[in-house]
């Protein structure tokens, strides 16, 4: 996992520079606490709330097992899945007698006929 990435997806990349500098990589990441966030200048008590609570996803084994689990839950593609053609039916209703309209005046009167008012 890249932490740059990690951070701009918080929207918080504007730590990106203190993470790096501090080596803070995905290996410390789920060990920081609230005073280490403190330490590297995470003053925003929002800020801290959003990087602990992404932490705290990151140690929960369903974070773990996710990417797995997506894996496991696809499935080839079979012959059953192939596109079908079927026959499409179209109708033209004409509910307002624009047809009428236009078979009985010009095409450049059709916007002063009596019809389209």
Known sequence: MDVVVWLRSLGLGKYEAVFRDNEIDETVLPSLTAEDLKDLGVLAVGHRRALLNAIADLRSPKAAEAPLAALETTTPPSKD??????????????????????????????????CWR
């Not at 179209?90 to 095409?107: I, N, P, Q």
């Open 81 to 114: 899945t192939a596109a079908e053609r079927r026959q499409v039916t179209v109708m033209f209703s004409d509910l307002v007698g624009t047809t009428f309209c236009c078979r009985h005046c010009r095409v450049h009167d059709c916007g002063r006929s009596p």
